[in-house]
T-cell receptor, first 116, second 116 residues
């Protein structure tokens, strides 16, 4: 158990809908990362938050957004869903941004999103 | 932006064979390097990491990796694979120079299949 919790584990929804994925980082970790894993794109970095602020953006679509709350949990919002958004969405956490040297990211179990 | 290349997409070995998975990264500064493993249906788990010092690092389950700075490589090795090593392996890098976003960037992954 990595200590990172993601809910729900599975989600099936229709095209055009909106969903919210939730991530609770390890206790004390301030950084949260979101990744998308699909068969054709591999593991893609989406976005990073540190202590409530956005710190880095990767290949995140405009239809997607995220936030990190004061209690450090994070939510990834996916809207106007398309079939191609079907993927495994991972959240990871790590302790500190400026001291990320000598640490690693711990991954949650992922949320498998299926858009039908 | 940094990138990570894993040249082998799918490797098939028999039990007891030796394994070497290639990983090259493109970033001129100092990096932290990681290998993660993803067993079927599970989340990513850290196999080993390199921060500094001895370029030969040992990880869990008999895996090791060698950092060769001049070649920008961090190849994963195991002398004798087991059927239970069947999984997908991801190389990842974090640049740690000042001003970098500390983004954990993954390679495309190598699927290892070990035949009993």
């Amino acid at each position: 158990d990595s200590g990172v919790t993601q809910t729900p584990k599975h989600l099936i929804t229709a095209t055009g809908q909106r969903v919210t994925l939730r991530c609770s980082p390890r206790s004390g970790d301030l950084s949260v990362y979101w990744y998308q894993q699909s068969l054709d794109q591999g593991l893609q970095f989406l976005i990073q938050y540190y202590n409530g602020e956005e710190r880095a953006k990767g290949n995140i679509l405009e239809r997607f957004s995220a936030q990190q709350f004061p209690d450090l949990h994070s939510e990834l919002n996916l809207s106007s869903l398309e079939l191609g958004d079907s993927a495994l969405y991972f959240c990871a956490s790590s302790p500190r941004r400026s001291r990320i040297t000598n640490t690693e990211a711990f991954f949650g179990q992922g949320t498998r999103l299926t858009v039908v | 932006a940094q990138s990570v290349s894993q040249h082998n997409h799918h490797v098939i070995l028999s039990e007891a064979a030796s394994l070497e998975l290639g990983c090259n990264y493109s970033y001129g500064g100092t990096v932290n390097l990681f290998w993660y493993v993803q067993y079927p249906g599970q989340h990513l788990q850290l196999l080993l990491k390199y921060f500094s010092g001895d370029p030969l690092v040992k990880g869990i389950k008999g895996f090791e990796a060698e950092f060769i700075k001049s070649k920008f490589s961090f190849n994963l090795r195991k002398p004798s694979v087991q059927w239970s090593d069947t999984a997908e392996y991801f190389c990842a890098v974090i640049p740690i120079s000042s001003g970098s976003a500390r983004q954990l960037t993954f390679g495309s992954g190598t699927q290892l299949t070990v035949l009993p």
